[in-house]
């Protein structure tokens, strides 16, 4: 147990470095031999889902761990569209953090991750839908590219080509891989692609079946194929089970802290095409070197390697592995021939001992300059080791001896490009990311982080590394912590609110702006997003690189919209827009994330509003920006922490609110419920946002009973009929209040809702059945309770203007007795 314990720390501290972001580490003895391994086997699958969190993690690392396969994840999207219980980051900002998640599971369970262009667009409830947000040709081009790039043996799917009781992402991901399972392999499909990938057809495609789809564990699993992952790693000391559970639980942001699992778990896979498999998925695939063109006799090299493998010596292996790479040089050119080489290339150097971090003086710096660099170069080995490096134009080598850390400098030369995700630089268009030139971009799930390469010479051998620029610093709280360099715009420029929220046409707020090099006069420029009219310029002086300087602005846009607008900010130096907004995002489990791209301000208009007389208090929950936009209104509101559950701070508040998922994240809710209640009882009025049914902690939620449920409304343009219009929660609510919503109506609206409570909106997606659950009030007592599934959540950081006064009206309508 001790040993599981360690080694596992090890795996965990493996991520957290690549989470903060470090990933070039000296690998163990063990690990090294596993590398060996892998080494001797030249097979390939593919899984196949819609998001992140979606990929059977104990799946992946039997593939990659014990059978010592190369190892794919293709997530259709990056979960953009779905919901944050670490932060208030939605959207592209979410599929940022969930990007990253994926990355560092993988990291510890040993696969590979990639990603198609499509944008997750939030919950879909079967793949018609899904299919008419993206669309399916183009999206089908991107599986079979990823097919033809990666060159599977196998697929394996997470969900049926069935529809069924899921997401429709999920069941569009199967259809697609079912599809290109033979798209691939025909050259007259997607023929523009054959500049960059040949056809290649799979062997055969599975469905890794799943009792919670079929709705119990019992399910019939006659025909099925068998495969037992659980299985235990003597180098490792550790169970599969033990290692997928770590990788589940980088899944942050949704939540999922997943348990250890140890001893015998058995999966079961389902044929959906190719050639069936008796008892094995990889049956009549050849494994070996043998499929590889001149392979022949090279497994016997390697086993022999594998043979006389020294655990506390691994430097003595490095001879037979430079013999063995001389032999890869001379075969002819293939994919397999570049995948191992390149598994070749890490086995040598860390049998040589080699450790070589590139050092910064700082993270960020400006798009053209060129940082320095302090190369140290360390061997564990007692054989020297030369290492050469571009210097000046002019090639500079040095020798590293055992426990030597042998330094050298360079300036490294920028490109001059921002630093942003390569996805996020050129909008969106039809559910997809755009790329100008996909074929480049696809194979990379991130950008390649900026390295300097090195040569080292082993045995007479030039081995190439990149080696990433790091900031490195200590934090006495936490030690050793680094990060990537990040390349700034020429100004930085940032609005004082995320959303402006006005009751009048008359706009203000403050942008502030530093330089990172010297500028000439420049023009600040405001204009509607959507129709191009300008709506403000002044002329800006001069500025010094680390000159700050900030404008009020203040406009009035006649040609505003009803409900949703925004405002493109921008600095023009002559005919050049130099400026853009920073957004970073950080948490500890992931690498430090910069957004930089031109400011956008969202201006929610709210005419007529009523006066912001009550007082607040707030209960957070997995996090939502509401609170901004009441505090910008005036209200008096403040946050209730865990020690604030009294009935006499409780009574100080007009209006209690709950943020999204306060039931599912605030533990202390379970025993001050019926404060709450009381609260209510005595004359206040408590309003409920979201919960989920996953980890509710309280079924009693409100006065009343009522069950949450998985029941929602996807489409945010589902016909919205108002069923109480004289209802105070319904003052000057009309149709155009419900136009231009965000991704959704609501979502997880209650069910089997007692008859005290009064529905006061009816609405449903295409061609299923009403709810009347997606906001309930009711009366209890002297005070009042709202419950709402709504998404305002979404809708308020987006500026609103009908979401936003109908929220208002939950807080200051009078209140209703029921007829």
């Not at 939605?90 to 599971?105: C, K, N, P, V």
């Not at 369970?109 to 947000?133: C, H, M, V, W």
């Not at 008892?279 to 050849?286: C, H, K, N, P």
């Not at 509401?626 to 209104?633: E, G, R, S």
Request: net charge neutral; hydrophobic share 35%.
């Amino acid at each position: 147990m001790k040993r599981t314990t360690i080694v596992l720390a090890l795996l965990c501290m493996a991520a957290g470095l690549y989470a903060q972001p470090y990933m070039n580490r000296s690998r163990s003895s063990a690990e090294i031999y596993l590398m060996l391994k892998k080494l001797s086997v030249c097979g390939n699958v593919l899984y196949v889902a819609a998001h992140p969190d979606d990929e059977n993690t104990r799946m992946l690392t039997y593939f990659a761990r014990e059978r010592s396969l190369e190892t794919s994840y293709l997530s259709l999207t990056r979960g953009d569209g779905g919901q944050n219980l670490i932060g208030t980051e939605q959207s592209e900002e979410l599929g940022l953090i969930r990007t990253q998640e994926l990355l560092a599971a993988r990291n510890i369970d040993g696969a590979k991750q990639y990603f198609t262009r499509a944008l997750d667009f939030g919950f879909s409830k079967n793949p018609q839908e899904t299919f008419g947000i993206w669309d399916r040709n183009t999206l089908l081009g991107d599986v079979v590219f990823m097919v033809r790039y990666l060159k599977p043996d196998v697929i394996v799917t997470r969900f049926s080509p069935e529809p069924g009781p899921t997401h429709g992402h999920h069941t569009a991901s199967a259809q697609l891989a079912l599809e290109a399972f033979s798209a691939a392999a025909d050259p007259a499909r997607y023929p523009e692609q054959l500049t960059y990938v040949q056809p290649h057809q799979v062997k055969r495609i599975y469905w890794n079946t799943s009792w919670f789809f079929f709705g119990n564990k019992d399910y019939d699993k006659t025909g099925l194929l068998s495969v037992d992952i659980g299985k235990y790693n003597p180098q490792l000391g550790v169970w599969y089970g033990e290692m997928a559970a770590e990788s589940r639980s980088m899944h942050r942001s949704q939540g999922f802290g997943s348990a250890r699992q140890r001893g015998s778990e058995v999966e079961y896979l389902k044929y959906l095409g190719g050639d069936s498999a008796r008892t094995d998925l990889f049956e009549g695939v050849d494994l070996s070197w043998n499929r590889v063109p001149g392979g022949k006799g090279i497994d016997k090299s390697i086993a022999a390697i594998l043979s006389v493998y020294s655990f506390d010596k691994p430097y003595q292996s490095v001879p037979a592995l430079i013999a063995l790479r001389r032999k890869l040089k001379a075969l002819p050119e293939s994919s397999w021939k570049t995948q191992k080489m390149a598994e070749l290339d890490e086995i040598i150097l860390q049998c040589s001992g080699i450790f070589a971090e590139a050092l910064l003086r700082k993270y960020e710096f400006a798009a053209n300059e060129n940082p320095f660099v302090l190369l140290e170069v360390l061997s564990s080995s007692p054989q020297a080791v030369r290492f050469e490096i571009q210097k000046d134009g002019k090639s500079n080598t040095q020798y590293v001896k055992q426990g030597e850390i042998v330094t050298d400098s360079l300036e490294y030369k920028a490109s001059g490009q921002v630093s942003t995700p390569y996805w996020l630089r050129n909008g969106i268009e039809n559910g997809f990311f755009v790329y100008p030139e996909p074929f480049k971009v696809l194979p990379y799930p991130v950008d390649q982080p900026h390295s300097i390469p090195v040569t080292f010479w082993v045995e007479g051998e030039p081995i190439v590394r990149n080696i990433p620029l790091i900031y490195k610093k200590t934090q006495p709280d936490i030690g050793e912590t680094y990060r990537y360099p990040v390349f700034m715009a020429d100004m930085v420029l940032n609005a004082n609110k995320p959303v402006v929220f006005s009751t009048t046409d008359q706009v203000t707020f403050h942008v502030t702006f530093s330089a990172n090099r010297d500028v000439s006069g420049m023009s600040l420029r405001v204009r509607n997003s959507k129709t191009g009219q300008e709506v403000f310029r002044r002329e800006i002086q001069p500025m010094k690189k680390g000159g700050r300087n900030d404008r009020e602005i203040r406009f009035t846009d006649n040609a505003a919209t009803a409900n949703r607008n925004s405002y493109l900010v921008e600095l023009w130096e002559g005919e050049r827009q130099i400026a853009f907004t920073t957004r970073r995002i950080e948490y500890p489990h992931i690498p430090a994330q910069t957004i930089q791209n031109v400011l956008e301000v969202p201006v929610c208009i709210v005419k007529n509003a009523p006066l912001a007389t009550k007082r607040i208090g707030y209960i957070e929950g997995a996090g939502d920006k509401i609170p901004d936009a009441l505090l910008q209104l005036a209200y008096k509101l403040e946050y209730i922490k865990s020690e604030d559950f009294t009935e006499e701070k409780l009574q100080r508040y007009d209006v209690i609110i709950c943020g999204i998922r306060a039931y599912n994240t605030r533990n202390e809710l379970v025993k001050y419920q019926p404060l709450l209640m009381d609260y209510v009882k005595n004359g206040g009025r408590l309003i409920v946002q979201y919960n989920t049914t996953a980890s509710l902690l309280t079924k009693e939620i409100g006065p009343y009973k009522m069950d949450i449920s998985r029941d929602r409304v996807t489409d945010e343009n589902a016909a919205i009929e108002i069923l109480q219009p004289a209802h105070p929660l319904m003052k000057g609510i009309t149709q155009a209040d419900f136009t231009d919503w965000v991704q959704e109506r609501g979502l997880y609206y209650p069910t089997n809702v007692a008859p005290e409570y009064t529905p006061l909106l009816r609405m449903a997606d295409p061609g299923e059945k009403p709810s009347d659950n997606a906001l309930l009030y009711a009366t209890y007592g002297r005070g009042d309770f709202i419950y709402t599934g709504l998404s305002f959540f979404r809708q308020l950081p987006a500026g609103h203007a009908g979401a936003m006064r109908l929220f208002l009206n939950f807080i200051e309508a009078p209140r209703h007795e029921k007829n």
